[in-house]
């Protein structure tokens, strides 16, 4: 199981859940602790903040004004089930909780519609 100071309860304490994506948002949700992280504030009602770069937020915001269909189409291919951590045990544990509680099709269903 997920350690209880990286769960559901801890973040729902907080109220508020901020993600940093350096790279780019589609990248960032390739990752399983960003997806586990997603889960969380989604089912505690925390509120979700994102930061990045200016060059990601500057080029995320033209995507979205000129081609939002593009962006749909990418968030709609997430696979959770596909995530992937550093550390295979991370993956594995992550996965088991996610499968445990949610199960993959509804958190991909679930993370398409949030974001």
Known sequence: ????????????E??????VYLKSVYEALKRAWVIWELYC????????HLAMS???RDDFRIALVESFETVQTALSRVDVSKSEAFHDRERIMIHAEIERTIGFPKLNELINTEM
């Open 1 to 12: 199981n997920i350690p209880e100071h990286f769960g559901r309860f801890s973040l729902g």
């Open 14 to 19: 907080l109220g508020v859940h901020g993600l």
């Open 41 to 48: 504030t989604a089912v505690t009602g925390a509120r979700l």
């Open 54 to 56: 200016k060059g990601t």
